[in-house]
C-alpha cells in the first residue's frame, strides 16, 4: 500500500504495480490521485538560472547567494512540502531574518487558526465515518475538491459501531452554496442556496432558528427545520471551504456564535477543507514554534501580522523562495506581476507559472512517490510515507538543507 499527496486526505490504501522505472496499473486511486500518481513522467523541472539550464550544485548555490543578499527575503509555499521540510524551512526563515508565509494566509488560515487554538472543537475523519449523523458541506463541494471524502469517511460508509447503515439511514448531509456543485447532486433534499456573500445573514437567521425565534429570512419554515434537523443531531460536524471563507472575508469571527450554539444544543465538530496535502502540517509546526500559523518574521525575534503575508510583503521583499506552492498561478494577477519583479527561487517537481518567472529553479521529488516524509492529514492526524519509485532528485527537504548550509 501507498498513500496518496495528490490532497489532504492523503489516502493510504493505493495500490500500485511499478511498469519498468514508472507507475503501471494503481486501485483505489481518485481522479486527482490518478493525475497526481502520472505527473510522475510529465513537465518535469530542470535546475536553471535566468532561464539557462545548469547543474543542480549550481542552481543550489545561485539560491542561497540570493537569498543571503537580501535584505527583506521571503520564503512562502509549504502546503504540497513534508512536516520535515517545513521544519528546516523555518530554520532557515530565522538564519536569514525572513517572513515565512504559506497559502492558508488568504484562504483557510482564519479557520485553521481556530480550530488549532481550540475556538472550534475537531475531530479526526475516523470519527465522522464511525459517528457523525449530521454532516454540513458549507461552501465547500468535496465531490470535486476530495473525491473520496464522501465514500471513505463522510456521507457514504458505514462506521464501525454506530452509523452501520451509512447514508441510507445514519446520516443526513446538508450543503450550504451559491450554486448547484456536484455535492448538491448527491445531497439535493438538504440543500440550502445562499446569495454570494450572503452568509452572514444565512448564519444570522440559523443561529436565531436554533435559539427558538423566528428568523427573519424568505422561507421560515425551511430554516427553522433546518434548525430541528441539526437539534437532532446526535454528532454533527461541519466541513467548511473556501466559498464560506471568501464570503465570511474579515468577519471570520461571525461563525463564533453558530458554532458556540450548535454546542449548546448537541455536539459540533469542524475541519476546514484544506486543499493542499500538508497545509495544515505547516500550520500546526510554525504554531508549535512561534504560536502563530503564518505570516511569521524573524527579522527581529518573532514578529506576526497581516503585514508580512504574501499579498502585502511583495510590495517591499527583494527575494522570494517559492517551495510546495504555484501563486504565481493561484494569486490574482496583480500579484503575480509583482513576484515576477522581485529575484525569485522556485523549488518544485515540475513547470508551472512560478517557474516560468523565477530566476533560479531547482527540481524536487514528488513527495509520496518518490520520496518519504510525514504529513498532517486535514484533520491533524500525522501519516508517514515511503516512496513508491527509485529517483534521482533530492527531497524538499534536502535541497532546503542543502541551501541552509551553504548560506
Partial sequence: MSICTGCSLLCDDIEVELKGEGIGTTKNLCRKGQGHYESLGVERLAPSVDGAEVSLDDAISKAAKVLSEAEKPLLFGWGNSTLEAQIVGIELAKKLGAVIDDTSSFCQGYLMEKVLNGVYPTCTLDDVRNLADVLIYWGSDPSSSHPRHMSRFSYFPRGDKKRQRGYEEDRTAIVVDVRVSPTVEIAKSGFFKVLPGKDPEFIDALVTALSGKIPKVEDKKKMLGLGTTLKKAEYGV?????????????????????VAKLNEVSEYKVIPMVGHYNMRGFNQTLLDETGYINRVSFKDGVEHGPQFAITE????????????????????????????????????????????LAKVTIPSAISGLETGGSALRMDG???????????????????????????
Avoid at 521583499?317 to 506552492?325: H, L, N
Fill in 238 to 258: 461541519i466541513f467548511p471551504g473556501l466559498g464560506l471563507i471568501y464570503s465570511l472575508k474579515d468577519e471570520i469571527d461571525r461563525l463564533d456564535p453558530l
Fill in 313 to 356: 510583503f511583495l510590495e517591499e521583499c527583494d527575494a522570494v523562495m517559492v517551495i510546495g506552492s504555484d501563486p504565481a498561478s493561484a494569486l490574482p494577477a496583480t500579484i503575480a506581476k509583482k513576484l515576477a519583479k522581485v529575484p525569485t527561487i522556485a523549488i518544485d517537481p515540475h513547470h508551472n507559472m512560478t517557474t516560468e
Fill in 381 to 407: 492526524l500525522k501519516i508517514e510515507f515511503e516512496p513508491v519509485v527509485e529517483s534521482g532528485y533530492l527531497s524538499d527537504a534536502e535541497i532546503l538543507a542543502r541551501i541552509k548550509e551553504a548560506i
